[in-house]
């Protein structure tokens, strides 16, 4: 073989072995930088898709909360307490049922007092001028699916502004909530509610005027008595 050609063999020879070590240099060099990246970017992912499962959860609560009002408010007849429950248990049920993130699923967790999770109180108010020219609401009835006792027929409440209309009627819906993300099952942190805790709570705030009828007034029944959560 003549002396150049060897040479230029030797050369190729080198230059393939170092060009060999490069490729597993580079590749052991993309393995560590995807062993960083990765994990992060899938922890971005599933974080993102989480807060869409949150975001979910908050538009199913208050749209099932806004039903109950808009239920109530087109009633044909009067109300009583029978068929309050009645609505609120349905209501509750398509909301807890629809929200997978709950550790503890839908069942018979819709006591008197409301569920940990979902809470209301309805009330049925009529607008006054008082004789020192303030106007306020008068509780004509209330309901309620939450700790507290349904107030009195006759108390005054406060009312916005832009609602203060002397004769009109409102029902005034005042929900309470909670979201769970769905790694909640992961047990990384639990915003499961508990009755002394009010984190993680979500209020909804809403009048409702009255629609069709003109008067929805709360009447007894046999068997269907006012109590601590049904007043008019």
């Known amino acids: 073989m003549h002396p150049l050609q060897s040479t230029i063999r030797r050369a190729l020879v080198r230059q393939k072995a170092q060009m060999r070590r490069f490729a597993r240099n580079a590749r052991a060099s993309v393995a560590v930088e995807m062993a960083f990246v990765l994990p992060i970017f899938a ?3 599933f974080l993102t898709w989480d807060a ?23 009633r044909t007849q009067d109300l009583t ?36 999770d979902f809470r209301f109180r309805a009330t049925m108010m009529r607008v006054e001028t008082r004789p ?14 939450h700790q507290s006792q349904a107030r009195d027929p006759g108390r005054l409440i406060n009312i916005p502004n832009e609602l203060q ?3 009109m009627r409102y029902l005034h819906l005042e929900g309470f909530f909670h979201l769970a993300p769905s790694f909640n099952y ?29 008067n929805v007034d709360l009447v007894e029944e046999t068997g269907d008595e006012f109590d601590t959560k049904c007043k008019g």
């Open 43 to 45: 922890a971005m992912a």
């Open 52 to 74: 869409g499962t949150v975001y979910t959860q908050y538009n199913r609560a208050v749209s099932n909360l806004y039903s109950i009002g808009d239920i109530i408010t087109t």
């Open 81 to 116: 307490c029978n068929q309050l429950d009645a609505i609120s248990e349905l209501v509750y049920e398509s909301y807890a049922h629809g929200n997978w993130a709950r550790r503890v699923r839908a069942g018979e967790d819709f006591p008197a007092n409301g569920a940990l």
């Open 132 to 145: 020192n020219g303030r106007i306020r609401g008068r509780t004509e009835w209330e309901y309620r699916r």
């Open 165 to 167: 209309i002397d004769g």
């Open 186 to 214: 992961l047990g990384i942190f639990d915003l499961n509610p508990r009755d002394n805790r009010n984190d993680g709570l979500f209020r909804v705030d809403q009048y409702f005027p009255l629609r069709y009828v003109p």
